[in-house]
């Protein structure tokens, strides 16, 4: 019997009004962006697909073995569509804007 009540409960719940209805969900503009310079646009066509341009301008200056690492990352792993010939032109824009020292 609790079974029973339990489905009904739930398929009432189910039916309810505005429940079925897509959530709408609307997203602030992008505000930020990618410093002028070579690899801009490379960077714009491949890491906003996925990230705002203001999640990857704050963060803290990052050396090139960083950028590498996380691009490979972002390509083996999340499948992102970066191509291996321009992986390394999008490690040398990134370090480069962010002006990250290479530690050696």
Same mark, same amino acid.
């Given at each position: 019997?609790?079974?029973? @009540?339990?489905?009904? +409960?739930? %398929? %009432?719940? @189910? *039916? /309810?009004?505005? !429940?079925?209805?897509?959530?709408?969900?609307? +997203?602030?503009?992008? #505000?930020?962006? !990618?410093?002028?310079?070579?690899?801009?646009? +490379? %960077?714009?066509?491949?890491? +906003?697909?996925?990230?705002?341009?203001?999640?990857? #301008? #704050?963060?803290?200056?990052?050396? /090139?073995? !960083?950028?590498?690492?996380?691009?490979?990352?972002?390509? #083996?792993?999340?499948?992102? &569509?970066?191509?291996?010939?321009?992986? &390394? /032109? =999008?490690?040398?824009? =990134?370090?480069? *804007? *962010?002006? %990250?020292?290479?530690?050696?």
């Amino acid at each position: 019997m609790k079974t029973r @009540l339990s489905l009904l +409960l739930c %398929a %009432a719940a @189910l *039916s /309810a009004p505005g !429940f079925s209805k897509p959530l709408k969900i609307e +997203l602030p503009p992008e #505000t930020a962006g !990618f410093k002028p310079g070579p690899g801009a646009e +490379l %960077a714009t066509g491949q890491c +906003l697909a996925c990230h705002s341009a203001e999640y990857i #301008t #704050t963060q803290p200056p990052l050396p /090139a073995s !960083f950028w590498k690492a996380s691009i490979e990352k972002m390509r #083996t792993k999340y499948g992102a &569509q970066i191509a291996p010939d321009q992986a &390394q /032109a =999008l490690v040398d824009y =990134l370090a480069h *804007s *962010s002006a %990250a020292p290479e530690k050696k």
